[in-house]
């Protein structure tokens, strides 16, 4: 058969690999500034945008997107073509997808530190960007399996099912945990909420560790390894085995990250078993990389892309069984919201990811510009200081987070607990995050080495921006012979079907967990006396989401002991109902915020004292590593967008009553005066319109609404409802009607109607019962969470009586 | 291609007819040990199910907290300061320690170093209470808070021997007239 010519397309791969040094060099320099500003606090520089809270999210974006994602498309550029003999689909859609991803991680910088934030980890990015990163992942897959088609190999090798696992992967998570109701440019509103918001962003997130940091990483081993060692690939069954049973049960495991936290057993009990079912896939992967090696250990030895590789299969191997341990629940109260899950990541991040695209640039690049590679001792050098670098960054987090899970739950003899301030645990940890960084600088040091070594060995060669290559073209074969041809043989050769089944047997898992968190009403019991946010308090929420305070706050509390006395009653699930988005969090460097405003609960603060500590943290508590968030007190809340984010939330079903928009700002006022005049009484001066007071109503609303005010411990016990024998006499309501309109109108109303979000006296509708008795105590002891005040001091029994005949007999016939 | 490989003679015996760019493949089983580890991971997975929700022996996690918090009280009796030991402390050792606690317990954030009071906090150091005059009172205060005005309570944090000895330390400061006093808040007491 006449073989056909070609030209392999070697200008995208180059453009692909220099986007991945360059954006590999910042990644990891925000990564150590941001230790930094954990070890020493001066680094958040005062400066409203390099906080810790802006440059985490900058951080693990521009690790994860800019320097893995292009070291992905490198990697599958330069090897798609090669095992498909030819050149790729087409040449404008590998612009733009050049290009279009660039832009992304620009824009995301730039957005990241502005403050425009979605908060949803690794998803932050706001709803346009969201849209461009579709639409350039979609010109990926159109490029690849259009590559596909026109290939002129007849069976798809194994690296590429990894590939097309990845494209359907990556889409389908992107699109699903994105979906949101834009109310700018700049700010959305997931269509989400609490735990139903909690259980899609961990689908996600966990899967882009499994679709964006491992898959795609296979399959570049799948390519590279057996490459660079010149060895046959050990087991092709185990290849199969390997591949579709990881794709299947990795997109169940999500809900390990939610163990103990505010979600149904059956989706915790789902995240448990399903991560333990994926030891042996994924070890099927390091296995058949590190056999594949067989007969090529001599040469381990001195090269230093196969050493990175076996570093990286073996980093991979740790991890994979260290991550299903962190999911059995007894091992994750320690590990989640400590710095064990940090050390995880980076062990992974650092060894696997990072160890394998270093192996491949160190094989590639002479490969790519025809030449040799400048120095293999410079690039044996790189490798120890990486390998030491990972050491030394994971070995203190270890030992911070056990230490500090250690003083979390540690009980004195009297049954108190032995750390009741947080940040004494914290404090006690912070040398070994001055450790680490010494850790991360090595890392770059190496890093750095290798650009240096790259940057020689280019210089000494070039590229061929079009390589000749030539094949025979392929002969489509038509029906299997089942006597000749396995089902999976045949798969191979069919891409489309391929790709199709990969689809089903990926979306299997998402479906099971996320339809029923949706659809079955008796998944999220809901509360009652949980209410939605007030127009203030939804700002001061914007606002906590847009700094990025998640990154070291947690908002949920476990149901442990040592939980729920430093924190207050654990989490339910009803509680969240009008999160859109969740902030339940994922580390805890701070402490839990889950009942900042449970009045009399260990964690409330009032307003004065959070007014001194978003100024100045170090001031409330000397030793207090937070950034200073005194722009608070400068920057006003555009007040104009306040009735759009109250439709934007009627849209998404929280239950404000209708018109609500238009008074919402009126509303915003009051509660805003209120504080105020609060923070008056502490001689501080802020006009109501400022972030700060929104930042004091939020911290207030925070976890209040579960029980009403509890002063001492005399009235945990419910006391004896006395029979109240309604007075319906004219003289009555006279006395009643006098007292109303002096005392209660203020708040329900002239006429009972109810003003925004105090209730209506007139419907049927009660908060805390109809029966005379409770009207009756409603008044007498109030609702001091809801605003309700006592009047027990203010009124007459007699007069009490009286208004609550009045308002069941006349207001509420 | 296979001509180049080396070690064909020790490890390739099953070597397939697949080539891609030069990468072949083995035809190798998986090792048995690996998909040992698999099945015995599928029968946890079973195994847990069942424990947790078809056979219903597992407990939920509320029933968790409630069985291993119950264990918790049983285990800290917590001790109690009550009636005639509610007395103020006046020996040197005891003051001592609740200055350490005063430190400890981040209270002059609020109340000042030395209890002079600040923007937050009303002072310690003079004849004027906010919330009573009798020592029972300050000790109310420190156990249970006025949660409103921002007051924590310590009641999850403290013992009450250790609360007395706070206490104590606050009522001690009386006259001892910290530079920056704040002015007087609440009633004179005699």
Known sequence: ?813 | MAKEIKDTDRYDENLMDHDYDGIQELDNPPPRWIMAIFYITIAFAIIYGAYYFWLGVGDSQDAEYARKSARHDQEYQIKSVSGNELALLTDAADIAEGKAIFKDMNCFACHGTNGEGNAIGPNLIDDYWLHGCEFADVFNVIKNGEPLKGMTAFKGQLSDEKIQKVGSYIVSLKGSNPANAKAPQGDRCE
């Open chain 1, 1 to 813: 058969m006449e073989n056909q010519k070609f030209y392999y397309d070697n200008k995208i791969v180059k453009l692909f690999v220099l986007a991945t040094i360059i954006w590999g060099v910042v990644g990891v320099i925000v990564g150590l500034l941001i230790a930094l500003q954990l070890a020493f606090p001066v680094f958040n520089f005062d400066f409203e945008y390099t906080t810790f809270g802006r440059m985490r999210p900058l951080h693990t974006n521009a690790i994860i997107f800019a320097f893995v994602g292009n070291a992905i498309f490198a990697g599958v550029y330069y090897s798609l073509q090669k095992l498909l003999k030819a050149r790729m689909f087409n040449d404008v859609l590998s612009k733009i997808h050049f290009w279009g991803w660039q832009l992304i991680i620009v824009l995301a910088a730039v957005t990241f530190a502005l403050g425009i934030s979605t908060s949803k980890e690794y998803a932050e990015l706001e709803w346009p960007i969201d849209i461009l990163i579709t639409l350039v992942w979609v010109v990926f897959g159109w490029n690849m399996i259009g590559t596909i088609v026109k290939r002129r190999v007849q069976h798809i090798y194994a690296a590429i099912w990894w590939y097309l696992a990845t494209f359907l992967g990556v889409a389908m998570l992107h699109v699903v945990n994105s979906l949101e109701l834009p109310i700018s440019l700049t700010k959305s509103y997931s269509i989400y909420a609490g735990a139903q918001d909690a259980v899609v962003q961990w689908w996600y997130g966990h899967n882009a560790v499994a679709f964006f940091l491992t898959t795609p990483f296979l399959g570049l081993m799948y390519y590279y390894l057996p490459k660079a060692a010149n060895r046959p690939i050990y087991s092709y069954k185990l290849s199969i085995i390997h591949f579709w049973s990881l794709i299947f049960l990795y997109m169940w495991a999500g809900p390990h990250h939610l163990l103990y936290q505010a979600l149904p057993d059956w989706a915790q009990a789902l995240g448990v078993t399903f991560s333990i079912m994926l030891i042996a896939p994924s070890w099927g992967g390091m296995i058949n990389g590190l056999l594949t090696l067989r007969g090529a250990w001599d040469r381990v030895r001195d090269n230093a892309s196969l050493k990175f590789m076996v570093v990286a299969v073996t980093a991979y191997g740790m991890s994979t069984f260290e991550g299903p341990m962190m999911s059995l629940k007894f091992v994750n109260q320690l590990t989640h919201f400590t710095d064990w899950t940090i050390a995880h990541v980076h062990i992974a991040g650092m060894g696997w990811n990072a160890g394998l695209v270093f192996g491949m640039l160190y094989w590639m690049i002479p490969k790519l510009f025809r030449t040799k590679l400048f120095s293999e001792k410079l690039a044996n050098l790189h490798f120890w200081i990486a390998t030491l670098a990972i050491l030394i960054y994971a070995i203190p987090l270890y030992w911070a987070a056990v230490t500090q899970w250690l003083m979390w739950h540690e009980y004195t003899a009297e049954g108190f607990l032995a750390y009741p301030n947080f940040l004494e645990t914290l404090t006690q940890i912070l040398p070994m995050y001055t450790v680490r960084i010494i850790g991360g600088t090595l890392f770059l040091i190496g890093f750095l080495i290798m650009v240096y070594n790259l940057f020689k060995t280019m210089k000494s060669g070039s590229v061929e921006d079009n390589e000749l290559a030539e094949a025979p073209a392929l002969v489509i074969q038509g029906r299997r012979n089942p006597l000749q041809e396995t089902v999976h043989r045949w798969v191979e050769r069919r891409g489309v079907r391929f790709s199709i089944w990969v689809f089903i047997v990926l979306a299997i898992g998402g479906a099971a967990e996320i339809l029923p968190m949706i659809f079955i009403k008796s998944n999220i019991p809901t509360i009652e006396s949980v209410l939605p946010y007030t127009p203030l308090e939804l700002e001061g929420r914007d606002i906590y989401v847009s700094e990025g305070c998640h990154t070291c706050h947690s908002q949920v509390v476990r149901p442990f002991r040592w939980e729920t006395d430093r924190y207050g009653e654990y989490s339910k699930i009803g509680e969240f109902v009008y999160d859109h988005p969740y902030q339940w969090g994922s580390r805890r460097t701070g402490p839990d915020l889950a009942r900042a405003g449970y009045v009399g609960g260990p964690m409330y603060k009032n307003a004065a004292w959070h007014y001194n500590h978003f100024k100045n943290p170090q001031k409330m508590n000397e030793q207090s590593i937070m950034p200073k968030y005194d722009w608070f007190a400068r920057k006003d809340v555009d007040l104009s967008m306040t009735p759009k984010k109250i439709r934007a939330m009627q849209i998404l079903g929280v239950p404000y009553p209708e018109g609500y928009d238009e008074v919402a700002v009126d509303d915003y006022m009051k509660q805003a005066k209120e504080i105020v005049a609060d923070l008056k009484k502490s001689n501080i001066d802020i006009e109501p319109t400022k972030e700060m007071v929104a930042m004091i109503a939020y911290m207030h609303k925070l976890g209040g609404d579960i029980a009403p005010l509890q002063l001492d411990e005399g009235t945990k016990e419910p006391a004896p409802q006395k029979e109240i024998t309604l007075l319906s006499g004219v003289e009555d309501m006279g006395d009643a009607d006098e007292v109303f309109t002096k005392i209660c109108a203020a708040c329900h109303g002239p006429s009972g109607k109810g003003i925004a979000t105090f209730p209506d006296l007139t419907d049927a509708q009660w908060i805390n019962g109809n029966s005379p008795s409770d009207v009756y105590y409603s008044i007498r002891n109030g609702n001091a969470v809801k605003g309700m005040i006592p009047y027990k001091d203010q009124l007459s029994d007699k007069q009490i009586i009286q208004l609550t005949s009045y308002i069941l007999l006349k207001l509420n016939k």
